[in-house]
């Protein structure tokens, strides 16, 4: 009761102001709510749990299991990957660190994020499943995050839809929009095989405590709960901020966002500097107390998601960037890379380098509200299409003791195999009660017949070397052969109706069983697929409607 006559309150001091003081704030509504019940308390060092003192002999005929480490950047573009594409800015940024793990390892050259954007995308990481399958269609975001969406500017005659009659009472609220419990997650699969597990960043897959980390399988968990997160505070003398103001989603994060994280259930504290350092230093303080025994660790860092902020060191290195919003990107990936190289040295100087399975991934394509251009390059779209660009994503695994380095694969695979695999690796049983999409491309290439994406009435199949994108705003169906046209210039639904037909009926058997969404997707918003979102309107661009 005392929290609601609070919310009141906020409403009421806001209403105070006048109809328009209040139409300027209501967005902010969410972060005032949230410091009023959970203020952010000051900096606090973390204890990570202590494992054993020595190593345990070896078992009987074998090694001890392996390690295991799954890193995950936020909104990493394909040509962020100095290897992919040749870097930020015209390759002015290089990311050795990322690149040696596709160097010393296994590079699936042909590997897709679940989802184009990141909640959906992690839910399938953490369950092996089609997140559709159980309901987790939509990345999960307030109700006022979708209002301030639509009742912003549209491009040029584009603009974005609001399905307010969708919003019931059956909507569950924000912090309870997030993987079922009944679902069985890699931390709970890898733990009953007696595996330590750590949970370092980024969740983004439901903030009531049922479903937060530690309640999901993750002995310990050091997180972001939300989608994103103050890299550091807004007026740290530390700082160089790129606000984006043709964009009401950064315009909504610089409102509602704190620096703020929270330890197994903890109440909201500062972390200590810039989030990529203290996610860094932490995963290797953790990786030293977990040192004698196996563990797994989920790294997910937040970087580059917006809002752009980097140090001003990562800054100044890069004065040949002329561009402010690019120089401060360029900074955020240089930071990213060279705090994975730390975390890389610390495996190594703990001795226990060789019997690491280390995995890297993005959840999805760079963002197009960035206004930076070829994030993506080569590939067309952005994150929130079904476009290569959107969900082309890195796959790099390195284990010396077991994967040769500069090994190349091109089977179609992806974060949907990302369970199986961890699994594989670590002996771990996976679930016989329910259908599992994942595969363990360790143990060989993938199987599959064809990957599937779907948000809302947007859909797409790639099944050997063709790919059906079907949308219903516009209303039309492309079809592209990949083999031939990697970068989707050339669609062939005209030329090609029966294969159409064919793979519209594939999406239609797939759909048949998917759970209804646990959330309704309450705006569609217009996405250009060529151009970032502050690029000027012309009449001749491409687009499709997203569902969220």
């Given at each position: 009761m005392k929290k609601r006559w609070v919310a009141l309150g906020v409403v009421a001091a806001l209403a105070a102001g006048g109809y328009w003081g209040f139409q300027v704030n209501k967005y902010r509504l969410p972060g005032l709510l949230q410091d009023w019940r959970d203020p952010v308390q000051d900096n606090r060092p973390v204890v990570w749990q202590q494992g054993p003192a020595k190593a345990p002999p070896?078992?009987?005929?074998?090694?001890?299991?392996?390690?295991?480490?799954?890193?995950?950047?936020?909104?990493?573009?394909?040509?962020?990957?100095?290897?992919?594409?040749?870097?930020?800015?015209?390759?002015?940024?290089?990311?050795?660190?990322?690149?040696?793990?596709?160097?010393?390892?296994?590079?699936?050259?042909?590997?897709?994020?679940?989802n184009a954007t990141c909640s959906p995308s992690r839910a399938a990481m953490m369950t092996g499943r089609y997140p559709t399958r159980f309901g987790f269609e939509y990345t999960a975001v307030p109700v006022q995050f979708a209002e301030n969406m639509a009742h912003g500017e549209g491009v040029g005659p584009l603009q974005p839809i609001f399905h307010g009659d969708l919003i019931t009472p059956d909507i569950p609220d924000y912090p309870d929009m997030g993987v079922p419990a009944s679902e069985v997650t890699i931390a709970e699969a890898v733990k009953a095989a007696g595996y330590h597990t750590l949970h370092i960043g980024k969740w983004h897959l439901g903030e009531a405590p049922a479903l937060q980390p530690q309640a999901q399988g993750f002995d310990e968990s050091l997180a972001v709960l939300g989608g994103a997160a103050m890299f550091m505070a807004e007026d740290d003398p530390d700082v160089v901020n790129a606000k984006l103001p043709w964009d009401r989603i950064d315009r909504f994060i610089w409102a509602n966002l704190r620096h703020a994280v929270t330890f197994n259930g903890s109440k909201r504290f500062h972390p200590k500097g810039h989030m990529t350092d203290y996610f860094a230093d932490q995963a290797m303080t953790a990786i030293e107390a977990n040192r004698n025994r196996?563990?797994?660790?989920?790294?997910?860092?937040?970087?580059?998601?917006?809002?752009?902020?980097?140090?001003?060191?990562?800054?100044?290195?890069?004065?040949?960037?002329?561009?402010?919003?690019?120089?401060?990107?360029?900074?955020?990936?240089?930071?990213?890379?060279?705090?994975i190289g730390d975390v890389m040295a610390k495996l190594k100087e703990q001795g226990i380098d060789d019997n690491t399975l280390v995995i890297f991934t993005s959840d999805n394509g760079g963002a197009w509200y960035n206004g930076i251009e070829h994030l993506n390059a080569p590939y067309r779209g952005w994150k929130a299409t079904f476009f290569e660009g959107g969900i082309r994503t890195p796959l790099f695994m390195r284990w010396p003791a077991k994967i040769a380095p500069a090994t190349q694969r091109a089977d179609m695979t992806g974060h949907i195999d990302l369970f199986a695999t961890i699994a594989g690796a670590a002996g771990a049983a996976v679930p016989g009660d329910r259908r599992i999409d994942s595969e363990n491309i360790l143990a060989g290439s993938a199987k599959r017949e064809a990957l599937y994406w779907r948000s809302g009435d947007y859909r797409a199949v790639r099944a050997g070397d063709w790919k059906l994108q079907v949308t219903k705003r516009p209303e039309q169906a492309r079809l592209y052969n990949l083999a031939v046209d990697p970068t989707e210039k050339h669609d062939l639904a005209a030329s090609d109706p029966q294969r159409v037909a064919q793979m519209r009926a594939m999406l239609v058997a797939q759909n048949r069983d998917m759970a209804k969404p646990i959330w309704p997707g309450l705006i569609e918003a217009p996405v250009r697929i060529d151009v970032p979102l502050n690029a000027p309107w012309k009449d001749s661009q491409d687009y499709v409607y997203w569902t969220n």
């Open positions: 070896s078992p009987p005929g074998g090694k001890r299991p392996p390690n295991i480490i799954l890193i995950v950047a936020d909104d990493l573009g394909f040509n962020d990957i100095s290897l992919n594409g040749g870097g930020v800015a015209g390759g002015i940024v290089q990311t050795p660190n990322i690149d040696a793990l596709a160097r010393q390892g296994m590079n699936f050259t042909t590997a897709y994020a679940a196996p563990f797994f660790m989920y790294l997910a860092f937040n970087a580059p998601h917006t809002p752009l902020q980097a140090t001003r060191a990562d800054y100044d290195r890069l004065p040949q960037i002329k561009d402010h919003k690019t120089r401060v990107y360029g900074a955020m990936i240089a930071q990213l890379d060279r705090r």
